[in-house]
């Protein structure tokens, strides 16, 4: 994807900053923060909104998302971010580093859920807290399910191997988090203020099963799927979602 950075719309959907304002309650002024699979910053965004006063490291692996992040860094002269590239399932920081680790709706999209889970363990301090949240229902994924069903004539699996309080939880005891607690979020969405480029963006739900297709199906799902949201968009149909938020302790 490559998007340009000139665009201050460029932000999380309605229903990641939904997540993300719950995100915030749960962060104090002094902390150091690491958003983790940071997209157009939609938490590191929220935060320093409220002028909150905790140093953010923000990292994302997608080159474009961090570049967005850099130039709303620059304009908006947020001298306690620093945005970078960097894979949430290898990080590139040492131990004990940080007292939050969040991860605003990430878990689902990456190969290795268990490394971002035992990389977010390493790199907090001792009693440090990790902040997750993933989806157990959304709209959107349901569409690319059944358009995925119509061409391979399987729906795939849209919530990767997290997608329950229990698996969640089941991750973070083996990863060795404790105290942990959950918290859920519903909401209706509406693609109404949703541009192209977002559109490319919230796509990326799919990569895991898309990129594993030939070609001319990865394209013609991401074509039609496009084709679906203008309609949607258009309709002004309501999308519903369901996120779970979960809070750990190292
Ligand atoms: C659904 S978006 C959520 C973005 C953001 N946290 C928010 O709340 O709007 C998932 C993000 O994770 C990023 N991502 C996917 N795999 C990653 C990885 N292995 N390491 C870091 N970021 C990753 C994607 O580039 C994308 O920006």
Known sequence: MDIEDDSESLSGSTNT??????????????????????????????????????????????????????????????????????????????????????????????????DVVTEAY??????????????????????????????????????????TIEKARELLLDGGFINISDDRVEDSMYLTDWNDEMMEWSLMIFAPSVSQWKDHLAIRFITDMKKKMQHIKRENVAIKMEAIIITATK
């Open 17 to 114: 900053k939904m997540v993300a304002e719950r995100f915030i309650t749960k962060i104090s002024d002094d902390s150091t923060v690491l958003d983790i699979g940071c997209g157009f910053g939609t938490v590191t965004e929220a935060l320093m909104n409220r002028q909150h006063r905790a140093k953010v490291c923000a990292i994302d692996v997608s080159e474009s998302c961090v570049q967005v992040m850099r130039g709303k860094k620059e304009r908006h002269e947020w001298s306690n971010v620093e945005c970078l590239v960097a894979d949430a399932q290898a990080l590139p920081f040492p131990e004990d580093s940080f007292d939050v680790v969040i991860s605003n709706l990430l878990i689902q999209n990456v190969t290795h859920p268990r």
């Open 122 to 163: 390493r790199v907090l301090k001792r009693g440090g807290q990790f902040i997750l949240s993933f989806w157990t229902h959304s709209g959107l994924a349901e569409i690319g399910a059944d358009m995925m069903e119509r061409l391979i004539g399987d729906r795939g699996s849209m919530y990767g191997h997290i997608h």
